[in-house]
């Protein structure tokens, strides 16, 4: 008898990027920093929508992860030069942390 007992060992906790960031970006203009110092690890981009019970048309939401921008992305002092979300990941068939967050992201292109 007896209750069983799984142990798990704590992960020790991530180490924050400093001078990273993640900010939103609008057709070119910086929307503003959501985030500093962001925590080291795996991001997934993500989206939602919300439309009034009453809306009959649908609605889209469009990522562009680059490396072709209609609009140039906007520098944020205090962090590097952004590049391309593309830019930070491997072949998609490899499993690649993201291990700098300092780019700007722009959701509408």
Known sequence: GGIPVVEVEEEAPAAALTGSCVAFVRNGALQGVAFRDVAEGKYYPAGSLYTLPEQTEGAT?????GPNFKYPCPAVEGVPEPQPACKLVGPAEVDVPIKAVDT???SHQ
Do not use: D, Y
């Open 104 to 106: 700007l992201i722009s």
């Open 61 to 65: 939401l469009t990522f562009n992860f």
